[in-house]
């Protein structure tokens, strides 16, 4: 990549954060502290092969492996090779007792979550052991691995972890039905493992590692045994679980940036409402009127695309293409149908001047990946052109005006919070990739990345207002990056690819809207607890009078969240995230 270039990108500030002083890696284990850790190893290999055939023997093993592992694993030493068995054994212990939990309730391997994990745990273990065969001093003299270098880590980086593993725990403690459990148990492991390799083997990142591990290992195996039948108070993962969450709130309370939004129980009553996953579908007035604003602009585009010769010609290309997307795709009402739409033009715009660079770099038609995309871009064109084409034809597009509100709904607080705890990281991940870019091979990876990245997001985003259009920025900025290197390798100046510009744009914009959503989200969050004293139960209402509808009863005793204790009725929130009134009188913060 031409150094003009990468100082270009390099300068965009607002994506560095905080950094770290440069930290040194942990040193590696000298004689001494190496020989005990074939011997856990060999332990936990022993345990590994404990016969299990009814639940009651599950939970005493539980028991003593959890024990062993609290007393006698915290003893290892604070060098590379131990720290790196330590981490390996919580994994694999508290997936031997989830997998075995869920093989005792008769559940299919191929729906047990703990068989999804690559690679298997059988092969996992196996590596472990000759892994510490080779540092064990006594029985091989092969040299021992150098120990991980610590990369500079962000405060961000950390404080990210530590925000997503506290929105990731809240919501699975949320989940009773079973196939909901199940699906829970794989996405917190997943979770797991991709972070553990975010976080490497660095001596800060470790105490964040060993976290990550034990909670979302303890946690996941929690659900197992409960799936399993293990009652509440005899699941002997209560315990860890409780101690790590008291850990994570405890380490959230340090961090800044996002992790200081992710408190205590208020986050979870609010993620326990769930995301919002459907748009209301479009009319086919809406659908009509999107179509017909878009159809005169690319048709003009594609007239273009005839006279784009050199360098020059795809610059001014370039330069429409930006502008539809900025200018016109803003304008359509973004329920069901029309979101499909301009994510599919969207994405169209950028991957055709993508595809034009990278042909004027010397790269064969079929090599380039843009090349399926646009072909089943165009298919999709045809098919919804067809349709509109039949609906202006029989004019029964008019007829469906007023057919119902056909607009994103606002988003809950559940909404953002997903959108900032899961989807966000993955943004920020492709981001700090494409500022590393230097060669061809790094940008063909991140070609790869885009198309990848693009498809989890748009499975991910919420389907609420402020959600899409955070999404669709997120979408803009990964595809603008591939955009403007594939320009720069086709001979572009820096300063002539509009798309740089667009980016600096975009994440000024990106980030003053992350603060402004989290700060309202952290607000209407924070609540009181009070305690409803009525005997046998008090009535809340839709709105504060007694004259509106009861949407809900609460039990004497039973803490509620109240937002506004100013007026004469309390403003609370329910467990599906939305308000409603309680009589203040019937309320008090000291439990009867």
């Known amino acids: 990549m031409a150094r003009k270039l990468l100082i270009s990108l390099l300068s965009l500030c607002f994506l560095s954060g905080v950094i770290h002083s440069q930290q040194s890696g942990l040193l590696a284990c000298d004689k001494e502290l190496a020989k005990p850790l074939l011997d856990f190893v060999i332990q936990f290999q ?90 064990d001093p006594s029985l091989t003299t092969a040299p021992k ?59 800060d990142a470790f105490e964040m590692s060993l976290l990550v591990a034990k909670l979302t290992s303890d946690l996941s195996a929690l659900q197992a045994l409960a799936v399993a039948g293990v009652p509440e108070g005899a699941n002997p993962f209560e315990r860890p679980v409780a101690q790590g969450t008291r850990s994570l709130i405890e380490l959230g309370e340090a961090m800044p940036a996002s992790g200081e939004i992710a408190s205590s129980e208020s986050l979870s009553l609010v993620l326990a409402a769930g995301r919002s996953l459907e748009l209301p579908a479009c009319t086919k007035h809406d659908q009509v009127l999107a179509w017909t604003k878009s159809a005169e602009a690319f048709s003009e585009l594609y007239s273009t695309t005839e006279t784009v010769e050199d360098v020059d010609d795809l610059i001014e290309y370039s330069r429409l293409a930006l502008e539809i997307r900025e200018e016109m795709l803003p304008q359509y009402k973004l329920c069901a149908e029309n979101f499909d739409y301009v994510w599919l033009l969207s994405q169209e715009l950028n991957d055709l001047v993508t595809w034009f660079a990278m042909r004027f770099d010397g790269m064969p038609r079929k090599a380039i990946p843009f090349t399926e995309l646009n072909i089943k871009a165009l298919s999709a064109h045809d098919a919804r052109d067809k349709q509109i084409r039949e609906w202006i034809r029989s004019g029964e597009w008019q ?10 709904p606002t988003c809950k607080d559940a909404d953002i919070l997903h959108l900032y705890a899961t989807v966000e990281p993955d943004f920020r991940e492709f981001t700090d990739t494409a500022l590393s870019v230097q060669t061809r091979v790094d940008y063909l990876d991140l070609v790869n990345r885009l198309i990848r990245f693009r498809d989890a997001l748009k499975a991910e985003i919420p389907r609420c207002a402020e959600a899409l259009e955070v999404g669709l920025t997120m979408r803009d900025v990964a595809s603008d990056f591939v955009t403007v290197f594939a320009l720069e390798n086709a001979g572009a100046a820096a300063e002539d690819i509009p798309f740089l510009e667009q980016i600096r744009e975009d994440m000024d914009w990106f980030f003053a809207r992350r603060d402004e959503l989290l700060e309202v989200s952290d607000g209407t969050e924070a609540g009181k607890t009070y305690y409803v004293t009525a005997n046998p139960y008090a009535n809340i209402r839709s709105c504060a009078s007694t004259s509106c509808g009861i949407v809900a009863t609460a039990q004497n005793g039973e803490a509620l969240t109240v937002i506004d204790d100013s007026k004469d009725w309390y403003e609370i929130r329910l467990e599906n995230g939305e308000t409603a009134y309680i009589a203040g009188f019937l309320m008090s913060k000291t439990k009867p």
């Open 46 to 135: 022993f345990a590994n092969g404990a016969s299990m055939t009814s639940v009651e023997e599950l939970i005493e093993f539980a028991r003593e492996q959890l024990q062993w592992r609290d007393q006698e694993l915290a003893r290892l030493p604070a060098c590379w090779e131990a720290q790196r068995v330590h981490l390996s054994l919580i994994q694999l212990l508290g997936e031997l007792l989830g997998r075995t939990a869920l093989e005792l309730a008769d559940l299919p391997e191929s729906e047990n979550p703990y068989y999804d994990i690559e690679p298997g745990y059988d092969e996992r273990l196996g590596s472990l052991i000759v892994a510490a065969m080779s540092i």
């Open 145 to 203: 691995p150098e120990p991980a270098a610590c990369p500079p880590l962000s405060e961000d980086e950390l404080s990210d972890i530590v925000f997503e593993l506290q929105a990731l725990e809240v919501v699975s403690l949320e989940i009773e039905d079973r196939n909901k459990t199940l699906a829970a148990i794989g996405g917190q492991l997943a979770w797991r493992d991709k972070t553990l390799l975010r976080l490497r083997d660095c001596g």
């Open 399 to 408: 007829d469906d005006e007023a057919a119902g509100d056909t607009d994103p």
